[in-house]
């Protein structure tokens, strides 16, 4: 009888630990990368410090496509070194290139010279610029003018510049997001300079992950419009109210650059956050869509349901307006 009892003890005792699992523990880090910061949450019962293990994701993709820094393996292609691309630089200019094909071009990483010339990016700015100068730039412009097969990538002429700034955060995001997934982390959010990945819900309220969406304010102040849920998936928001600049005269203009004619975006488009399976493919096109128009991004979404897509634009009244396409998430 006793031996009886043990064996129905021993079988609670299992059937307690395999459906109460012992709890999982926060964990946050945040910081400061690609001229930002970042912001991590994750849950693990294991309690993992990832610390240098994030410090080592960001490092790598810096060193592969960062502009600013002298030796990465981008900066040396732009001066038309010799370089081997890592798996990193090939994951993005591959997505980067269908992107670009997709959107006509208007995605296009070899705008980074004419960008710099804005004084947008770290090789400083022209003096006097003017339509000119701007022209001139131009003829450098066009993606498609890098070539060949990836080990052997070649330019048709020097002086293309490649910039991948308007993808590489989200990427980044991408890789944190990854190497968590691989430390079995079922739970986390990963957050770089507004650009965000999550996978699972937050544990410590047993619900989605909720993210908010920024009222456009070009004072500088800050207020979230709307706090929308996500869940196992990636947004990327473009702006122009936070990153302009004002000429002698005035005049504002974004960091946007209309690859088309070499000028910041002239649009009434505000802001567009756009919600993606993964977070690089979110962040081109938010920057792509910018500069399209409204008109050609519902055109464009039509044949898109995969992404979804909130703009905040400035209608005839100077009033702000929204639109919401393919199931953007209302709260």
């Excluded at 021993?10 to 307690?16: C, T």
């Amino acid at each position: 009888m006793k031996k009886r009892v043990l064996l129905l003890f021993v079988a609670l005792a299992v059937l307690v630990f395999v459906f109460f699992p012992s709890e999982k523990k926060t964990l946050r880090l945040s910081g400061d990368i690609f001229g930002t910061t970042y912001s991590i949450i994750y849950f693990d019962d294991e309690e993992q410090d990832l610390q240098k293990q994030v410090d080592s994701v960001f490092a790598e993709v810096n060193r592969s496509m960062s502009t600013y820094l002298p030796n990465s393996i981008i900066s040396k292609f732009n001066r038309n070194e010799e370089v081997i691309f890592d798996d990193h630089f090939i994951a993005v200019y591959l997505k980067a290139k269908e992107i670009h094909r997709l959107t006509n071009g208007a995605f296009d990483p070899t705008i980074g010279i004419v960008v710099n010339a804005w004084d947008f990016g770290p090789e400083g700015n022209l003096k006097e610029l003017d339509s000119m100068k701007i022209d001139s730039l131009m003829q450098y412009v066009g993606f498609d003018k890098i070539v060949g097969p990836i080990p052997n990538l070649t330019k048709k002429d020097r002086q293309i510049y490649l910039d991948f700034n308007a993808i590489a955060k989200g990427y980044g995001v991408d890789a944190v997001g990854e190497m968590l997934e691989f430390k079995n982390i079922d739970n986390y959010l990963v957050e770089i300079g507004g650009e965000i990945r999550v996978k699972g819900q937050n544990i410590e309220n047993d619900k989605p992950w909720m993210v908010g969406l920024e009222e456009p304010r070009f004072d500088g102040t800050q207020a979230v419009l709307k706090a929308i849920a996500l869940e196992n998936e990636a947004m990327a928001t473009s702006g122009t109210y936070r990153k302009f600049k004002i000429d002698d005269n005035g005049n504002r203009y974004s960091h946007i650059i209309d690859t088309n004619t070499g000028y910041p975006s002239k649009t009434n488009i505000l802001s567009v956050s756009v919600i993606a399976e993964d977070c690089m493919t979110a962040d081109a096109y938010a920057t792509a869509f910018k500069t399209m128009g409204i008109d050609n991004v519902k055109s464009f979404l039509k044949a898109h349901p995969e992404l979804k897509v909130f703009i905040i634009f400035e209608n005839d009244s100077k009033s702000l307006e929204t639109l919401a396409f393919n199931g953007f998430p209302e709260n």
